[in-house]
């Protein structure tokens, strides 16, 4: 029991070292918004060392932090972890495999794809858990609410030309809403 209590803190580390490595590999070469952040990890080696090795890495902690802590802490159901260990593992190999031209892109896009399509339905789950803080239920609901917005409106709205913004928001949005389901 007291190591999976010592897993607590993992959920806000490895989401926080994610967020800087996001920033690292964005300011590290000239910003182009029209960019996802896999283009500007993908640009330069160093860019790419970070992001895959700051994911390889934190995206698993985050993944055990969630399968032995928050969903047993706030009686999440067992689906909630499932899709979780999934979407990690999707956005594990697309940090691995780079956002480039060929086969390698391919395998990067389907993977984080099919992690970004999950996503609504952890929200869905937090939104509807009796067991999570009214707060953390808002903010997954505008989370959700934001994700459908932007996927409806990115053709459209030639909203692609910020894509690099649009997906910050979605990260931001996403980590406010499970640190305030964990610690709040």
């Known amino acids: 029991m007291e190591i999976i209590n010592s897993l607590k803190p993992f959920g806000f580390i490895s989401l926080f070292v994610v967020w800087i490595a996001f920033g690292l590999a964005v300011f590290n ?5 029209t960019k996802t952040f896999s283009h500007h990890a993908a640009a ?4 790419y060392l970070i992001m895959a090795i700051s994911q390889a890495t934190m995206l698993p902690i985050f993944a055990l932090f969630t399968i032995y802590w928050l969903t047993p802490s706030k009686n999440l159901p067992v689906s909630f972890s499932f899709i979780v260990a999934i979407s ?3 956005l594990t190999i697309a940090a691995l495999v780079p956002s480039v031209e060929g086969w390698k892109g391919k395998v990067h896009d ?3 794809s099919f992690a970004y399509l999950l996503l609504p339905i952890l929200l869905l789950i937090l939104i509807y858990s009796s067991s999570i ?3 953390a239920r808002i903010i997954s609901l505008i989370t959700l609410l934001y994700f459908i917005s932007a996927l409806i409106l990115l053709k459209p709205l ?5 894509i690099l913004y649009i997906q910050l928001i979605l ?3 996403f980590a406010s809403a499970m640190w305030s389901a964990a610690y709040f």
């Open 29 to 33: 070469q000239p910003k182009d918004k």
């Open 133 to 135: 803080n009214t707060y």
């Open 88 to 90: 990690m593992l999707g």
């Open 158 to 162: 030639k909203l692609r030309e910020n």
């Open 171 to 173: 990260f931001f949005l």
């Open 110 to 112: 389907i993977c984080a």
């Open 44 to 47: 330069n080696k160093q860019s």
